[in-house]
């Protein structure tokens, strides 16, 4: 995506980006989308001009029976005059399949002249009992299943409505509506206040759609696709700290709550508090971004309740709360029993907090990239004899910007490499002091690792030392290689873009390595790569002979993100997208 500029760290707040991924057959392609995208002029959210069409008012009665089980809140518009009421040709007619034919209009040749008997042609139509259908008698685990595949899981660029074939649905019968309030209600996508609202109007009249709630999902929210400014916002009081409690109090069985920094002013010390100890059923909890005074104040406040033994959820993101003080962490991890994963990234996090994790714990996923107030001693001892990493990690990044913060030496790298686990598909160690000798340490690690970023000191011989041995290239799993950290030229003719080099297919660079192999793009596409960049990152991709991918990047441990290097750990499996998108591919460490 040539051009787009990433925001830096000091101003990323001042607008929202929304990342998302694109799915073209081309690995690392991404979309970005500003503000001017959610607040587009020509897109109305709601159409309050008078209708062309309208008659006289009339008194209309209710569209479902009184005594019906079927909610009543979802109708057509008050225009609506029903299908064969459409004009087509000229002519009043329904747009069923039978008249569609009539007026010539089918998608399909005209079937052959057949010499067959007038009455062997027509089939008699097969009609069902109400509730009878054959879709309506499938067993409820395999209508959910068909019916979650028209679910549209990321917000349109815009307000336009979403998941309208769903809200076609639930007019269709009784078996039906109630499949589909279940998908609509499990996974509530929020990207602006005026649906957050919404929603919570529609659970506080129907209690039972709350109990469906599964998810609740921050991550696309827009403060400013509505409001122009903070003091209309406010003025609305559409989300708040008190609406969002609310909220959290009508959903008992909530599982997942995903937040980021647009929202950490609406959480205060309640919602901390409903979400810690009045959510049994919680497992997911994201705090992507969230830094404002208000936030580090309302987990100041919750430090002096009383905390139980035990915390149950199990996916924990501090990604970026840089704000946070340190009494947090020593207060919280050592109650994650049964955590797999977490994100400290960037945080306040020290070596006592670290190793007071429980030896319970399976962590599979552990980020602790620009943890400063980390030294290497306690990183190493935590990575290779902790009961709660040592047999169990699959994505680990110790990464640091090595111009302000120095983690890892090479001694380290000597204690730390040949103690990894065979789990390990994903690791950074961006940042680092490495040498020559660490690639004999390495290359046992690439017969299972599928992502490797290396730090600096190295030379690009010395890479494709990873690959090939004695002049012979030996066999791998490394599909992204990072090795933005070394200043080195890759040409059309260097080994990592040879043929033999698959199945690595993503190398990341640096800015000036981008820069010069764009000038020869052409060339590197006659050796079968391409250059790629996005926000700040950058890199060298693999082609097919059709110009894609062999392999979408998707992995089970990537939990629905397909592009490679992602550098935030995700807590709920979904598409990437909105602020979490942004974190993940278009941003630095």
């Not at 690995?27 to 002029?41: G, L, P, V």
């Not at 399909?108 to 009609?127: C, D, G």
């Not at 995903?258 to 010390?269: F, P, S, T």
Request: charged letters at 25%; one cysteine or more; glycine letters at 6%.
């Amino acid at each position: 995506m040539p051009g787009a500029i990433s925001p830096s760290e000091k101003t990323a707040r001042s607008s929202f980006s929304s990342v998302r991924e694109n799915d073209d057959g081309l690995a690392q392609t991404f979309t970005r989308s500003k503000i001017s995208s959610y607040t587009n002029e020509t897109e109305e959210v709601f159409d309050e001009s008078p209708s062309s069409e309208s008659g006289q008012p009339f008194f209309q009665p209710p569209l479902t029976n009184p005594h019906s089980q079927l909610n009543g809140f979802w109708a057509p518009a008050p225009t609506f005059r029903g299908w064969r009421e459409i004009p087509l040709k000229g002519k009043k007619a329904s747009r069923s399949l039978e008249n569609l034919r009539s007026l010539v209009m089918s998608w399909s040749p005209p079937s052959t002249p057949s010499n067959e008997p007038e009455a062997k042609k027509k089939t008699a139509r097969t009609t069902y009992e109400p509730g009878r259908a054959p879709i309506e008698t499938l067993p409820s685990e395999v209508l959910d299943n068909i019916i979650d595949l028209l679910v549209v899981e990321l917000p349109p660029n815009g307000l336009t409505v979403r998941n309208a074939d769903l809200m076609a649905l639930l007019l269709a019968s009784r078996a039906l509506h109630a499949a589909t309030l279940t998908t609509l209600y499990r996974h509530i996508t929020i990207p602006h206040s005026r649906i957050f609202r919404k929603f919570l109007n529609t659970v506080v009249e129907y209690p039972n759609l709350a109990s469906i709630v599964r998810r609740l999902d921050f991550s696309h929210f827009n403060p400013n696709s509505i409001f122009s400014n903070a003091s209309q916002r406010a003025s609305t009081q559409n989300l708040t700290a008190k609406t969002l409690a609310q909220c959290l109090d009508l959903t008992p069985y909530l599982q997942e709550f995903l937040a980021q920094e647009y929202i950490d002013g609406d959480i205060d010390r309640e919602v901390l508090r409903k979400l810690f100890f009045s959510l049994p059923r919680l497992k997911a909890v994201d705090f992507c971004g969230c830094s404002t005074a208000s936030f580090r104040e309302a987990f100041k406040e919750l430090l002096e309740d009383e905390w139980p033994e035990k915390l149950g959820i199990t996916r924990l993101s501090f990604h970026k709360c840089i704000t946070l003080p340190t009494a947090v962490f020593e207060t919280i991890l050592p109650r994650l029993t049964k955590v797999t994963h977490l994100d400290l990234a960037g945080t306040r996090v020290t070596d006592a907090a670290l190793m007071s994790i429980p030896t319970t714990a399976q962590i599979t996923h552990l980020n602790l990239a620009r943890c400063k107030e980390l030294t290497s001693e306690a990183v190493v001892a935590f990575i290779t004899t902790h009961p709660a990493v040592k047999d169990s990690l699959v994505f680990l990044s110790l990464a640091t910007d090595a111009s302000s913060h120095l983690l890892l030496g090479k001694d380290d790298i000597d204690k730390l490499v040949p103690a990894l686990p065979s789990t390990l598909r994903s690791l950074s160690l961006k940042g680092s002091r490495m040498e020559e000798s660490h690639i004999s340490l390495l290359r046992p690690l690439t017969e299972t690792l599928e992502e490797l970023t290396l730090g600096q000191g190295l030379e690009i011989s010395d890479i494709q030392k990873l690959f090939r041995v004695d002049g012979q290239w030996r066999p791998h799993s490394v599909r992204y290689l990072d090795i933005s950290d070394i200043e080195t030229r890759i040409g059309s003719a260097s080994e990592l873009l040879a043929d033999e080099s698959a199945p690595l297919h993503v190398i990341e660079v640096d800015e000036r390595v981008y820069e010069r192999a764009a000038k020869i793009k052409k060339t590197l596409q006659r050796v079968g790569w391409t250059a790629k960049e996005f926000g700040t990152r950058y890199w060298l991709v693999r082609l097919n002979a059709d110009g894609s991918t062999a392999d979408n990047g998707g992995r089970w441990w990537k939990m629905g993100a397909e592009s490679w290097g992602m550098r935030k750990v995700p807590v709920a499996k979904g598409e990437v997208g909105g602020m979490y998108g942004s974190f993940m591919f278009g941003r630095h460490i």
